[in-house]
């Protein structure tokens, strides 16, 4: 291990020097905790395809693909082409409607299927803020029912029960009555969440989750869950939230909801809706959205406030989005299963190839996204982030598979990561060759 660390070093003097200077002048030298990792970031110079290089010229296949977004692997050219275009226009930003706002809403709206409506804004997280304020006006209830380890962005209603232990904030600076308004309950458990929403009813607003947990390791909800969660929400007459900021567009055409067959209420989307740009989404039945909508409710005390960012709909995101999604529905017979029968080989190829090398790995996940974990127990079913993160040695995951994989050149995130379409059957050969290099110093 410390061999590959001075490795790592060696080959990175440019972004050593850059997070010395990073660290006087940013918080932990970084604007979002995942993007370090010890004893330093690499600094990025530039990207194609399944691949970046970092200031160094050192190359990376790249499997965190902007935090999941880039499904047709890095600068896609039909995209790149379309911003270019956009960018000879003049119109970087305007704050005036533009007509791909209208494509991309109409494209949302025919590609999910619970959506009659849309609005759109800069992020997952803010996405996320509005969907609880849009159930929370829509029922006048002030509670909202979350699931243990779910990540909805940081906003401050949902940062609880997202990291272990559950049971207490996830950050500083949260108010008691932000806390006070939200209960957890374990994923992929019908009898709780039945259970907690009956008890809660009259004060619920809505219950938000992933129908596919990605914090845990990308764990798609069973479907005795689901129906639980839609029946007895429906029975008390709750908003169910569905995010789906990484299964949207991702895990098929119409998201988690069309694979799974449950539909909810109100969906949030991001990351690869944006085509590698800022963006988040809600979306839902009208007659739900319309609470936000001004020409109903001239009053503002009688609508939500939903938008009104400087940069919501920015004709650059707007345009990458487009192109995106209609890239994908042109395409999505073939790349859907391509990225799944990819997706699957994919686990099954690092779990055998740690256990030729002694180590003991499961590889969850889903379609194009998988997450390695190395248990402490062989017993415990991997179903839940709950399980995930108390059974299983997360540091290890974290820190010394990713410092050894970065020094043979490949980058993950928490042990795993996505596929896109550019990630060829020689990136999977060439991925598995380094991990058979690495796999006996996982041993303890
Ligand atoms: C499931 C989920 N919800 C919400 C968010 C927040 O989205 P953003 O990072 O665009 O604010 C994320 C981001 O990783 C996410 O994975």
């Known amino acids: 291990m410390s061999d590959c660390k001075q490795t790592y070093q060696q080959k990175t003097p440019e972004s050593r ?32 395809g399944s691949r970046f290089w970092d200031v160094d010229d050192n190359e990376y296949l790249d499997f965190w693909q902007g935090h999941y977004s880039h499904i047709l692997g890095h600068s896609p050219p039909h995209i ?28 949302v709206c025919e590609l999910i299927s619970s959506a009659q409506k849309v609005r759109f804004c800069c992020s997952g997280t803010e996405a996320a803020m509005y969907a609880v304020r849009i159930a929370r006006a829509y029922t006048n209830r002030p509670k909202i029912i979350k699931i243990q380890g779910g990540w909805h962005g940081a906003g401050s209603d949902l940062l609880f029960g997202v990291f272990k232990p559950y049971d207490m904030p996830d950050s500083l600076g949260l108010l008691e009555k932000n806390a006070e308004n939200v209960i957890t309950i374990p994923f992929n458990d019908p009898q709780a969440a039945s259970a907690a929403i009956r008890k809660h009813g009259a004060e619920l607003a809505g219950v938000i ?3 596919i947990a990605g914090g845990g390791g990308f764990i798609a909800a069973s479907i005795d869950f689901l129906a639980a969660i839609r029946e007895e929400t429906q029975k008390v007459g709750a908003v169910l939230i569905y995010d789906e900021i990484i299964s949207g567009f991702r895990v098929a055409l119409g998201g988690a909801q069309a694979l799974l067959g449950v539909e909810p209420d109100l969906t949030v989307l991001g990351k690869v809706l944006g085509g590698g740009w800022p963006i988040g989404a809600v979306a839902g039945q009208s007659h739900i959205m319309d609470i936000c909508n001004p020409l109903l409710h001239s009053n503002k005390w009688e609508r939500a406030m939903i938008g009104g960012g400087t940069f919501s709909c920015l004709p650059a995101s ?26 699957e080989t994919l686990r ?11 180590v003991y790995a499961k590889c969850t996940g889903i379609g194009s996204l998988f997450m390695t974990h190395f248990p402490k127990d062989k017993q415990v079913k991997l179903d839940n982030p709950y399980a995930i993160s108390y059974v299983t040695d997360v540091d290890k995951r974290e820190v010394k598979l990713k410092t050894l994989l970065l020094s043979k050149g490949v980058y993950v995130m928490h042990g795993g990561g996505a596929l896109s379409s550019r990630h060829s059957h020689d990136d999977i050969d060439f991925f598995i060759a380094k991990l058979d290099e690495i796999a006996k110093q996982m041993i303890d």
Do not use: D, W
């Open 17 to 48: 020097a850059l997070y010395e200077r990073a660290e006087a002048v940013m918080p932990g030298g970084v604007c979002h905790n995942l993007r370090y990792h010890p004893p330093y970031p690499v600094y990025i110079s530039r990207a194609c």
């Open 80 to 107: 790149v082409g379309q911003i270019e275009k956009l960018l000879a226009s003049g119109v970087m930003h305007s704050g005036v409607v533009n007509p791909m706002e209208v494509e991309l809403a109409e494209l």
């Open 209 to 211: 989750m992933e129908p």
């Open 318 to 343: 707007m345009t990458a989005g487009v192109s995106m999604l209609r890239y994908l529905k042109q395409q999505a017979a073939r790349l859907y299963p391509q990225l799944a029968e990819v997706g």
């Open 348 to 358: 099954s190829k690092i779990e055998q190839t740690f256990a030729q090398n002694g």
